[in-house]
C-alpha cells in the first residue's frame, strides 16, 4: 500500500502504523505488548505477595510447631514427676495401713 497523506491518517485513525523498518502493525499489538508487560509485573507482584504470605504462615506454623513441642516435653516431664508422687504416696499409705490395727486382718 502506497503512503499518501490521506492513507496515512485513515491507517492512524484505524488503529494501524507503519514501523521504522517499514512494516505495517497494529497499535493493538503495541498495546497487547504494554498489555502482557503490565500483566505480567501484576502477576509477579501478587505471586510475590501470595509468596510472602505462605513464608510467613509457615513460619508461624513452625513456631506453632515449636512451642507445642516444648509444651509436650514440659507435659511428659510433670507427669514423670507426678506418677513418682504416686508411687511414693501409695506405698506410703501401704506402710501406714500395716502398721496400723485397724487394718490388720482379725481371726473369730
Known sequence: M?????????????????????????????????????????????????????????LTLQKTLDDLSHRVDTVKEENFKLRSENQVLGQYIENLMAASNVFQMTNK
Open 2 to 58: 502506497a503512503r499518501t497523506p490521506d492513507n496515512e491518517q485513515g491507517l492512524m485513525a484505524a488503529g494501524i502504523i507503519q514501523n521504522n523498518n517499514g512494516n505495517i502493525e497494529s497499535d493493538q499489538d503495541s498495546l497487547s505488548t504494554h498489555s502482557r508487560t503490565s500483566y505480567e509485573l501484576n502477576y509477579n507482584s501478587e505471586e510475590e505477595e501470595e509468596k510472602q504470605r505462605l513464608i510467613n504462615q509457615v
